[in-house]
């Protein structure tokens, strides 16, 4: 890895344990189990891999680092509670996140069920917030962003693929299809969300949104690869599943090789996508070859 | 119950059916299901009072119909997926909803984790929606009121408060905040949509304030009454769970006659908040007496 990227994770990792810290205060009444929940989830844990391409997009367009962190915020809670919820007995049954017990083996199921569901309701509570910036539009907007991606045609709408996934034979366009909404829609809001606060019109935006959409699926590749050879000490969560599962993924379809070879394409891709930028993006660029690099 | 509030709720459960009918189009891929689940919990069940309450506030202030459902479409949705996910067997483990299985014994609990999740951020997509009002601050003003009324310090927290009650013994002040939380929270966030739609500032909604406050506690006092004394074909759910749980209610704590005058007396008191208005409001009141005669 990169110092620039190091760096980078390292300092946004910090910046939004310290942000979650600020805004998660535990309650001394009845609700004190529910903040203790969205707290363990959210702090601590996880390579901050949105909140990075949130700010490093921001950092584009000269956007205050303190408001990019406060909307990356949002949008990782959205991803922390889509992991508590993924976690769940009933969905991918996962005992360990980070290292460490999900929130339902920490907790319990209600608990969990309910802490994802009110991370989910701050992300919004968050971007809609005067405290986050004054300008209304660029409130509406950040919201129709993250709604979108997280919905019933982004991130949730993939999750319900992914279950379907377990039983059905998908062919490869509804594979791509699939990665594009899961993980792809929440890793392209992160380089909107980015430009949104840079006041960059939709027009202006279609290379970030190419390089999210490759960038994202080679992440995808990655875990996959990573699920099917990764080390789980490393990567701290089972791994085995797609397989035992009977999922197919473009590393069943097309085997490790060349699997790795089409993700090292599509982060050449990636990066073609920021021809436009000098060196202001060349944290955006180490992000995307970091992506095919990492072992967790 | 009056012509007037029949016919209201009439005509509102139409236009919120016909309004999930449009927007909640099934996709022909892995989402089918998903969208599916979303429909049926969605769509030709409940009373529809939160959406009433919106809008007929909405309408004190001469706000277009059509906005004012859309936006009661968003509110909606969002006490739908709480009803899913508190029907889960880890939450409430209830199998009839509306006089139907509950969403996880329709489908899976899978299916109802995410159909409840994709509602959720559904809400907020609608809200932040360029097509439901041009008003970017009215937009984000939305989000803001229906983000904190429904997160940990709304009726998530309200949610988590209620599960603490089955261990926990709540004293009045306790049980008191509980149900400002839930279902307070969202009964409050019905008014204020109403008036934001209107664009009437915060100081001038203290009265619809006070409305939404008594009448809600009102409401959880007849639903308290309900779980009590109710007849379940007509209730079309379990009843008679708080005791068998050894939650604490008003009426566990005061007794049936006493919570009864408790509740008629809170509904004057939500009526005297309307002075203000003529004929115009007769709507919300006979909706707030409404809250203590109905029997399911």
């Known amino acids: 890895m990169t110092d620039i990227l190091q760096d980078a994770l390292a300092q946004i990792a910090r910046d939004v344990d ?6 998660l205060a535990v309650p001394r009444d009845g609700r004190q189990r529910l903040v ?3 707290r363990y989830a959210a702090i ?8 990075l391409l949130l700010t490093a997009t921001a950092e584009l367009y000269g956007v205050d680092r303190a408001l990019a962190v406060r909307a990356s915020l949002a949008l990782e809670a959205i991803h922390v509670y889509s992991l508590i ?10 005992e360990l996140r980070h290292g460490k017990p999900t929130v339902h083996k920490a907790f319990d199921e209600a608990t969990a069920v309910l802490a994802g569901d009110a991370l989910h309701a701050f992300a919004f509570e968050v971007l809609s917030d005067p405290q986050t910036t004054g300008d209304p539009f660029t409130r509406a907007e950040l919201v129709f962003c993250l709604g979108t991606a997280s919905g019933m045609n982004g991130m949730a709408g993939g999750q319900m693929m992914d279950i379907v996934a377990e039983s059905e034979t998908f062919d490869l366009p509804t594979v791509t299809r699939l990665q594009q909404l899961k993980p792809g829609a929440l890793l392209g809001a992160a380089v909107e969300m980015g430009a949104i606060l840079g006041r960059v019109a939709p027009e202006g935006r279609m290379h970030l949104r190419g390089y999210a959409r490759d960038a994202g699926l080679a992440f995808q590749i990655a875990d996959d690869l990573l699920d099917h050879e990764g080390d789980e000490a490393a990567a701290g969560k089972a791994l085995r599943k797609d397989a035992g599962q009977g999922k197919q993924t473009f590393v069943t ?3 490790a090789d060349r699997a790795r070879a089409q993700a090292r394409m ?14 202001e993006a060349d944290l955006l660029r180490a992000l995307a070859r970091f992506i095919i690099e990492r072992d967790r």
Do not use: N, T, W
């Open 18 to 23: 310290a942000g979650f810290d600020a805004m």
């Open 36 to 38: 203790e929940a969205m």
């Open 44 to 51: 601590g844990g996880g390579k901050r891999v949105r909140p």
């Open 85 to 94: 919820h993924d976690d769940l007995p009933c969905m991918d049954d996962d």
């Open 253 to 255: 379809l097309f085997g």
């Open 266 to 279: 599509l982060v050449d891709q990636a990066i073609a996508h920021l021809s436009q930028y000098g060196p």
